[in-house]
């Protein structure tokens, strides 16, 4: 009867919040103003044709008028309150302030439902790197094979006169820890970026969830080569659904200008130089570095990974590789090609970088940004910024660049935002 007793006081106060006369209402909505009166008195109740004829006049969902509405935000407001015993507030003036101002008391409850649920994925998180076996064991491995290097390079540093054939058998060693040490990094990357088990695909953003659907697949669908529709996980939701039809769409796109066997043929006879191969196709320069990092893992090509970005630096596609990963709410260190090519676009960028620290990999950078989409006069063309990282070859001086401001331990940074928790 209480909760009731709320949906005639609530249509009252919004009556006068927005400064309506009783009789105006009563006039647009068909009814006597006497009746209206009872109404706001809570004398009689309300259909659901009325109520919703009442929310169009007073300008408001009509959600924020039912009866349930109160009974499921009066709860969540009354446990905020209690989330927070320092603050002082007046708790008997709950049910009055889902009853005045039932939207911003709805942001209230929303609110709290997003705290809970940001509270559990942190402890989900926070338990799995303390007790995750498969964690645990893959950080043994990158420390172990870590190690291995240092001790080989360390006798090769200290035995100037070592014999030819076993320098050669340590260069060997190098090379096959190197390369075991580059597959024990992306796995502890994976584990660490794997969804929470139990609630916490739940959790996770659309784009995130198409993301790992296409990390189980290589990053590289095989539709895309025959133009024949590509199917997904049946348990993705629309929007994920979406997500990962557009990128095989423009996968597909790609693949027919860029046919797999030719397109192989001339890579390798151009040393998978990008440059040299748009100009070889007479194609878009983001079009090679997309189609360089979406090909079969039996194309025997060089290690690639990419990252595309709107005008806002939201990273909008990612295929991460070795270290190299960036933020996707557009925090990332701008130095990055990637948001340096935004701001010039149509010019192509080419950068050897490393993240902070002397152990992490260089990598060459390739970067360019240009309008997508339509062309129409007076309308704001869309501007999209694509990256193909791959482990630099040469011998280049890399340039430092960050994680994001937040964790970067560069000091005296130009570009730094905000300091860093390090």
């Not at 993301?211 to 669908?221: D, K, R, V």
């Not at 390798?268 to 320069?285: G, K």
């Not at 990332?332 to 990999?361: E, F, I, K, N």
């Amino acid at each position: 009867m209480a909760e009731r007793v709320l949906t005639g006081t609530r249509v009252r106060n919004r009556r006068l919040d927005i400064g309506l006369r009783q009789a105006h209402v009563a006039k647009a909505i068909g009814i006597s103003g006497s009746y209206l009166n009872l109404i706001e008195h809570n004398r009689r109740r309300i259909g659901a044709r009325l109520l919703g004829d009442l929310a169009r006049v007073l300008e408001i969902d009509a959600k924020l008028l039912e009866d349930e509405t109160a009974a499921s935000v009066l709860g969540p407001v009354s446990e905020a309150a209690a989330s927070f015993p320092g603050i002082s507030v007046e708790d008997a003036r709950a049910e009055e302030l889902v009853a005045r101002f039932p939207g911003w008391a709805a942001l209230v409850a929303a609110q709290r439902a997003r705290i809970i649920q940001l509270e559990a994925r942190t402890e989900a998180l926070s338990n799995r790197l303390a007790h995750d076996t498969q964690i645990a064991t893959s950080l043994h491995e990158v420390i172990s094979t870590a190690t291995a290097i240092r001790s080989t390079a360390s006798i090769l540093a200290e035995t100037p006169d070592l014999d030819a054939d076993w320098r050669g058998r340590f260069h060997t060693n190098i090379d096959t820890d190197s390369a075991r040490l580059a597959e024990s990094s992306q796995a502890l990357l994976g584990f660490l970026d794997m969804e929470m088990e139990g609630g916490g695909a739940q959790d996770a953003s659309p784009l995130e969830q198409a993301e790992a659907i296409m990390a189980q697949n290589g990053f590289y669908l095989p539709q895309s080569e025959t133009a024949e529709p590509a199917t997904f996980d049946a348990s993705a939701d629309k929007a994920t659904h979406a997500i990962l039809t557009n990128w095989a769409q423009g996968a597909a796109r790609d693949a027919a200008a860029l046919p797999l066997a030719e397109f192989m043929q001339a890579a390798r006879a151009l040393a998978f130089d990008p440059a040299r191969l748009a100009a070889r196709f007479q194609v878009p320069l983001d079009m090679i570095l997309r189609r360089l990092t979406h090909l079969p893992a039996s194309a025997d090509a060089p290690l690639m990974g990419l990252a595309v970005c709107d005008g806002a630096g939201v990273v909008t596609f990612q295929k991460p590789v070795l270290d190299f990963r960036l933020p996707r709410s557009g925090a990332a260190c701008p130095l990055w090609p990637l948001y340096q090519a935004m701001s010039q676009p149509g010019r192509a960028l080419r950068r050897v970088v490393r993240l902070p620290g002397a152990a992490r990999t260089p990598f060459e950078c390739f970067a360019v940004a240009g309008a997508v989409g339509d062309v129409a006069f007076g309308a704001e063309p869309r501007v999209v910024a694509t990256m193909l990282v791959r482990p630099a070859r040469t011998n280049e001086t890399p340039d430092v660049v960050g994680p994001g401001c937040r964790v970067c331990p560069v000091n005296d940074c130009a570009a730094r935002r905000h300091p860093s928790l390090l």
